[in-house]
């Protein structure tokens, strides 16, 4: 290239603003209310996915309990699994589950980010949230879950606090 020579800007196609259909009062809501129908549809599909990812982060806490050198390993693919949990909950009126998957993941990062190695204490802390899970999928507890759903989210973040105290702002 010269030094006399001026780029060239290129502007990409925008595929995904083509197609979004926005109308002059704004997203096309037929389009919406098609969408929600189509995830609606797909409430027993959720419930199958759910119940293999319930099964898979069991397996690994069970590999994690096994495990004789570290198990920073499995909890990050533990992570993983709470991660698409939570990632799902809330689109189909499991939120509960967005909930809990939330909760473990951000224990899970905590460790990760203190560097801690994982023990027996905190092998229980993830266990508890595993059960957790298990039982909303079990009860069908759509939605927040009612006295039962908050019970049990305080019961996790009680389990939290005793396990892992807030943080001192002032050693930050």
Known sequence: ??????????????TLKDKVAITNDGVDLDALEQAELLIAGMQGSYLEWVEEDLKKIYALYAQAQQETGSRKPVFKDIFSVAHDVKGQGGSFNYPLMTIIGNLL?????????????PKDSHMAVVKVHIDAMRLVISQRMEGEGGRAGDNLVRGLNAALSK??????????
Do not use: N, Y
Not at 105 to 113: D, I, N, P, S, V
């Open 1 to 14: 290239m010269s030094g006399t020579s001026k780029p060239e800007f290129i502007q990409p196609p925008s």
């Open 105 to 117: 993941c951000r224990f899970l990062e905590r460790l990760e980010a203190e560097d801690t190695e």
């Open 163 to 172: 396990i892992q105290p807030p943080k001192d702002p002032a050693k930050s």
